[in-house]
């Protein structure tokens, strides 16, 4: 098992820059990538972006390229979502994900056993 805990999200401004934080705990030995979702009301949730653990290899969505970024330090066993120039289509709950898996498709949240709590992202125009 693999515990996941976000932190960071509160309500910020359109153009300002949020730094998420997700920790993990656990069996964290047999992560093989870690990727962040997003879910605003109403919608699907969606993939953001993620890490090859391992690698430290990243993908993202087109939605976010040049924006936001990933990263991961393994030794403290965290993933960070570094997100500039937000804007209020960004607000929504953002998911720490976790997969031990090989070989399948990173942007689907299908691919993902270990999820966190979430975190709330607003931003306000």
């Known amino acids: 098992q693999v515990q996941l805990v976000e932190s960071g999200g509160r309500l910020v401004q359109a153009g300002d820059s949020l730094r998420l934080a997700c920790a993990a705990s656990?069996?964290?030995?047999?992560?093989?990538?870690m990727a962040w979702f997003r879910q605003a009301p109403g919608k699907e949730r969606e993939i953001v972006g993620g890490?090859?653990?391992?690698?430290?290899?990243?993908f993202s969505a087109d939605s976010v390229k040049g924006r936001f970024t990933i990263s991961r330090d393994k030794a403290q066993n965290t993933v960070y979502l570094q997100m500039n120039s937000l804007k209020p289509e960004d607000t929504a709950i953002y998911y720490c994900?976790?997969?031990?898996?090989?070989?399948?498709?990173?942007?689907?949240?299908?691919?993902?056993?270990?999820w966190g709590q979430g975190t709330q992202v607003t931003v306000s125009s």
């Open positions: 994900a976790a997969t031990g898996r090989f070989g399948i498709p990173l942007m689907s949240k299908g691919s993902y056993n270990y």
């Open positions: 656990g069996r964290t030995f047999s992560t093989y990538a």
């Open positions: 890490i090859m653990w391992n690698t430290g290899g990243t």
